[in-house]
């Protein structure tokens, strides 16, 4: 089992571009999320999809879609990017809930000039 | 305030020494809370859950004082494979809305 993957692994982009960043399970978890991490923070949660078909806000939404395309695909699209957008992004994925462990896919680094 | 509060570290501890460290929260209904570890440049990943009754594992003992609220993890006989940073985690703070702390790093030297 390859658990989370996530593609791209590195990115850099100009400010107002537009990219997708890709996340596969197979798990067959429920849940999925999409977080944000910066240096000092700790990770913010952008947008999670409780069940396939359907996705909410979360902490940090602004500048951000998503698409649970089934219940193993979710991804991230940045529509016009912003250099506030440069950050770490990692996807998770869990069993329905958030009390139940939360497994992450290995990251990608995000850096927009 | 921050709704989960670490302190950032760096703990600089030899190999086999005893390490705590503390995460503060503010909700003060949370009943449970996780530990992830996360090393340099890498995903977090779950190290332990922590209930009322507190938990251990192996070197690895974390507690739950739900009348100050914090909780704790605490290493023994430290290994320089612990290196890593410790996040403090308070889930379903509000449907799917896990809080992370922003991390406590550990550093184990030979």
């Known amino acids: 089992n390859a658990g989370v993957t996530q593609t791209p692994k590195f990115q850099v982009l100009k400010t107002g571009q537009s990219m997708t960043l890709q996340c596969a399970q197979d798990?067959?978890?429920?849940?999925m999320y999409w977080y944000r991490q910066d240096p000092g923070m700790g990770l913010r949660l952008i947008y999670y999809?409780?069940?396939?078909?359907?996705?909410d806000k979360g902490e940090v939404p602004n500048g951000y879609n998503v698409s649970r395309l089934n219940k193993r695909e979710f991804s991230l699209r940045l529509e016009s990017a912003a250099p506030s957008q440069t950050s770490v992004y990692f996807c998770?994925?869990?069993?329905?809930?958030?009390?139940?462990?939360?497994?992450f896919g290995p990251g990608t680094r995000l850096t927009v000039l | 305030r921050k709704e989960v509060e670490q302190d950032p570290g760096p703990f600089n501890v030899p190999e086999g020494a005893t390490v705590a460290f503390n995460c503060t929260y503010s909700?003060?209904?949370?009943?449970?809370f996780f530990w992830y570890r996360q090393d340099c440049r890498k995903e977090p990943k779950l190290l332990m859950s922590?209930?009322?009754s507190g938990n251990e594992d192996g070197r690895f003992t974390a507690q739950l004082n739900r009348a100050s609220q914090y909780i704790s993890l605490l290493i023994r006989d430290s290994k320089l494979s612990d290196s890593a940073t410790y996040l403090c985690?308070?889930?379903?703070?509000?449907?799917?809305?896990?809080?992370f702390g922003a991390g406590t790093r550990l550093f184990v030297k030979a």
């Open positions: 998770a994925s869990s069993r329905t809930g958030t009390y139940n462990e939360q497994f």
């Open positions: 922590v209930y009322s």
């Open positions: 798990m067959n978890h429920n849940s």
């Open positions: 985690v308070e889930p379903n703070t509000g449907g799917f809305k896990t809080i």
């Open positions: 909700n003060s209904a949370s009943q449970s």
């Open positions: 999809s409780a069940s396939e078909g359907t996705t």
